[in-house]
């Protein structure tokens, strides 16, 4: 029950930031009650009618008041003698005590005496803030500050007596909004040009920083890859086989969605249903790949419905992560457990994502280099075809056991092979006769074969994507009980929860079913009181570390409080009001002091404000997987700063790709292809690349709206030891011999180093000077 | 030991204790309740000396265990060829299984034609020990250890494919991105390893296990709960061997100038992130030298070589695995796990009942008993529990193909546990007369993590993590139980 401790207590310490209409010692439901009610009563006594026991329902007044079949009521607003409820929580008989023993949950005194003063004073419920549109709220006026983020920010400060720190010096300031804005550190004539700048006018050079930075092509990488770990974004197909797939041209797309600044409304309807738009554009079609996403399991004898499905519960659970904050998903098999969601519900939700098939898009103009392609085809036909001409043998006593049953299995190409004479077969032939049989269980073969058609297919076809296409007949889609596929009952039409704004049709539509056109339309309604919200707290989060909800994809009853709640729905209304720019938002939160301020933590910090909620400093924030990539790279000068394509295969450990069923091909790229940014590097799910996984990339089989970021052992091996950082080390070695240790020291943590830490550095010999400067935790860390 | 915070430069530890005006107990503390929200239940997180992710912790209350081997038999053993003895699926061998068997049921390879008539087992089967546990005669090693065993003959799972199984006898779920045991464990109640990670996984067999890393992956909790393969190839660990030219000196000079200069950027910033950084630093250059160590068996005397079958000190096999994961187990690993393919007898060219499964057994068999009697004698097996088994296990119904096999099975299949408070000699559950279902005393997957998680001294209900606003736990949110009648 720690967890509501620390609610509560935080609860406290921001009783006057949340409810400032209050006088202190009203109890807030929100604040105070509904997190007791819903982690110890709703479990049993709340909104899933299936699980609910005694027949009673804590989660409205109504059913906290309804008079039970034992003639009690749980509460009786205003008494707590009548108040069958706090004779529960109080009673010493374990059978009768509340919550059970054997819950694993448990009452504080304090919160005992919560219960008890919400209901003696009168036992007040108030809808979930969440499900209320964003207000507008009039800007607080704080002296000295104009920004409205810091206005908001330093007003909940002003009234506990704290205050924001001193502005981060002007290298740290740099290197924090590059990394920021677009993954990279600056270079050292950036950095020296930045300190020039702000002498004269440090305000107007910042603002030209921004927007420099945010008119950069790497913006887009940088956050088109905060979108992809949403869209679970790799390039294989997951489960055990995991054989590679193509699908960056949606990646792509991503990027230059959000270099275009393309309006956040415009961006979601694309991904959810740009092939349903009027006159589709292929980028449109490309767009719909964010639920391509999905794994597809090629293992043998499984049931491909169950697979399908599989892959719509994904896309329900995605969307209400991403676009809603809500855990929708938890209504597969039940009603929700804490949040106004029907099973039901979840299935008329569902149904909007059941209606599509699962084509495979050709790309024209993709500015592919065909020349490339070829040259991987031929490579990966000749290794395919000289291993099964080295299994002849296997294959004719193969051929012997085969009956007819066995035949009816094999595919057009197979039979056709099979019907010539033996010795007439060309490698190729022996190739499908060897797929359909002995292939199957041959891990070798299978990741030969499947690189050789995958290349093949791309040099025949063109370079393709996976997309989303609607069906002509829409499936009958029906509740699942238990959310297992083999149990269907009652059929449903496409719909949303109720809890929410209302879906309203399209008049094309009108007649039809909503489709997922309108599930869109409906997502970025101006009526919606999530989506904004939720976006831009994910914003915010990636700046601050932790978002102004902390549970940044749970809104509902069991998620936490925003600690500033005006700044929240503020922000949410800004980026409506400012056509849903991205950039715009980008630019809001950076040029704020709050933004700016130095991340140095203190002894005041850490006894007035210790978890920081109220934002009395920056906090530093170890780099993405991907970065911590890119910012060696640069350092070492190695970076190859081209965009798109398909992805590259810097080197990985030998063995790193063994731990699937199916041992990868991994060919280590040659060339300017070995130096991209780690966002282009090749992400096989069963298998990923240690040096991104180790530093918490995510591993593309769920959405992730927020990474971990940990510390670890093997970060350290990683770092030291990976070849590639090997790589990184010598070729910074080069620089200390030709422009100096200072030199080298700036491009890693883009500040002046200390005699003292010039000294250390300099007893060593250059690489391993080189190879210190790439694992100082200040280069793998913004500030 | 771990980098010891007393003894940092004395600058640092009045920052820490002085201009900070706090120990390090609530640093570590609000890093818990800070950035990162995972934390378990009450005592675990407020363990006032959590410096580092893996440091040992208190457990919910006292506990039987202390460390967990995994021996985990990848693609579904037979358990109706190896311990579920069945005289009449012998006699009706041959004959479509009644139809209130299979109504409703679903299985993998649903086209497969052959899927119905009921197959014996052409194994022989006998009584072992003093206990009279039925072993047949392809696993002569474990017949001889049954009165350590408890085997539990009504195991039962939820999901029929490879990957989704194993991921459920992991993680308790076959949804991907949740944590693996041994991550649940590591994450509770750290490690007793300082110089290793705190949880290892081994394999051996043809291929990779089905699922791959996520089967080990931390899921929800940071990565440094993940388990660590150990590889047989090359260098035990990935990265774990310095660069060419760079000796031991020389990496040392390495890691002691990125301490100190870790050591005064922490002095700077006060970010305790920087602390567990110089520990991990570490950590790293100690398992450069410990895992090596671990991995030259060369020390081991030729009895203990002969006990578990290894012939070859060199050559990766099963058998050394097993003595790995003794070795692992004595530096205070706490959880280990081996994987071991093919297990998948469907009937098909390499994977059928007549031929593979007496192969795979025989890797399998002789070390894996040793290690128990190798654990008892060394006085370990007490507190480590030893469990053997696989994501499921097979149909009573033949599969016919191109040679006989056997399909996927979730009603019921056959694990055992050893050592750590689990009653050797016993026999738990039944199933019926064709060993399709149980019909008495199923262990659930969940149930048997719920034990598991008892045994250790963690309460399943308790272990939990509060991720995006719900409480996650390795047992779920469905029923699961500790099966007490399986301890001593």
Known sequence: MRSIFILTLLATLFSQAIAQDLPLSTISFHRDILPILASNCFPCHGFDIKSRQAGLRLDTPEGAGALLDTGVRAIVPGSLESSELIRRITISDDSLSMPPSDSGKSLSDAQRKMLADWIASGARYEKHWAFIAPAEHVVPVVPHLDHPIDRFIGDAQAKTSLSISNQASPQTLLRRVSLDLIGLPPTISEIDAFIIATQSDPKRAYEQLVDRLLASEHYGERWGRWWLDMARYADSNGYSIDAPREIWQYRDWVVSAINRDLPFDQFTIEQIAGDLLPNATQEQKIATGFHRNTQINEEGGIDKEQFRMESVFDRVATTGSVWLGLSIGCAQCHDHKFDPITQHEYYRFFAFLNNQIEPKLQVVDSGVNLAQVTADWKSSEKDVLEFVLSRSTQLSHWETTLNDDARKLFSQEALAAITIAADKRTPEHKRVLFMVGLGSGDQTFRALNERYLEFRERVKNGPTTLVLEEMAVPRITTVLIGGSFTRPSEPVTPGTPSVLHPLEHSPEHQGKFPNRLDLAQWIMSDLNPLTARVIVNRVWQQYFGRGLVETDNDFGLMGSLPTHPELLDWLAISFQRHDWSLKSLHRMIVTSKTYQQSSVETLGHLSKDPHNYFLTRQKRLRLDAEIVRDVALTASGQLVATLGGPPVFPPVPQGAMRQGQVERIWTASQGPDRYRRGLYTFVYRASPPPSLNVFDAPDGFSTCTRRNRSNTPLQALTLLNDTTFVEFAYALEKIINRDGLEIAFRRCTSRDASQSELDILRSLDALSAARVLLNLDESVTRE | ?488
């Open chain 2, 1 to 488: 030991m771990p980098y010891q915070i007393d003894s940092l430069h004395p600058q640092t530890r009045r920052h820490l204790f002085g201009q900070c005006g706090i120990g390090l107990g609530s640093l570590a503390l609000s890093k818990l309740l800070g950035s990162n929200q995972c934390h378990a239940d009450s005592e675990i997180p407020t363990a006032h000396n959590h410096r580092t992710p893996l440091e040992p912790r208190s457990t919910h209350f006292p506990a039987k265990a202390k460390r967990v081997i995994f021996l985990f038999m990848a693609g579904g053993p037979s358990q109706l060829d190896l311990f579920d003895y069945k005289p009449e699926l012998a006699v009706r061998s041959g004959q479509p299984i009644p139809a209130s068997f299979v109504e409703g049921k679903r299985f993998a390879f649903m086209d497969s034609s052959h899927r119905v008539n009921l197959l014996g087992s052409t194994r022989n089967f006998s009584q072992h020990g003093n206990s009279g546990g039925w072993v047949s005669d392809l696993l002569p090693h474990t017949g001889g250890i049954v009165d350590e065993l408890c085997i539990l003959k009504a195991c039962t799972t939820d999901l029929f494919n490879h990957a989704p199984a194993k991921l459920l006898m992991n993680s308790g779920t076959g949804q991907f991105g949740r944590p693996s045991m041994g991550a649940w464990l590591t994450y509770g109640i750290g490690s007793e390893s300082s110089d290793l990670p705190g949880f290892v996984v081994l394999q051996s067999g043809p291929r990779g296990p089905r699922g791959g890393a996520v089967l080990w992956g931390s899921g929800i909790l940071p990565s440094a709960y993940q388990g660590v393969p150990l590889r047989n190839k090359g260098e035990p660990i990935l990265n774990l061997t310095s660069p060419a030219q760079v000796d031991s000196a020389r990496q040392r000079q390495v890691v002691n100038a990125v301490r100190d200069l870790n050591l005064r950027h922490l002095i700077a910033t006060g970010d305790e992130e920087i602390a567990t950084r110089i520990s991990a630093y570490e950590m790293a250059y100690r398992m450069q030298t410990s895992a090596p160590e671990l991995m030259d068996i060369s020390g081991e005397s030729k009895s203990t070589l002969d006990l578990y079958g290894i012939q070859d000190i060199r050559e990766s096999t099963y058998a050394r695995n097993c003595l790995l994961a003794r070795r692992l187990i004595e530096r205070g690993v706490r959880f280990v796990q081996l994987y071991h393919t093919n297990w998948d007898h469907h009937g098909g060219p390499t994977e059928n009942l007549e031929t593979h499964l007496p192969q795979v057994c025989n890797n399998v068999d002789q070390s894996s008993a040793a290690l128990v009697l190798d654990l008892k004698r060394r006085g370990l097996l007490d507190d480590t529990i030893v469990i053997w088994g696989g994501e499921f296990g097979r149909t009573p119904m033949g599969e016919v193909r191109e040679s006989t096999g056997r399909n996927h099975h979730i009603d019921a299949f056959t694990m055992w546990v050893a050592g750590g408070g689990f009653r050797g000699g016993l026999c738990y559950g039944q199933t019926d007369e064709f060993g399709f279902g149980p019909v008495a005393n199923p262990v659930h997957v969940r149930d048997l993590h719920a034990t598991l998680l008892h045994q250790l001294g963690l309460d399943h209900q308790r272990l939990s993590v509060r991720f995006q606003g719900l409480d996650y736990r390795l047992t779920g949110v469905n029923h699961a139980r500790v099966v007490h009648d399986l301890l001593t």
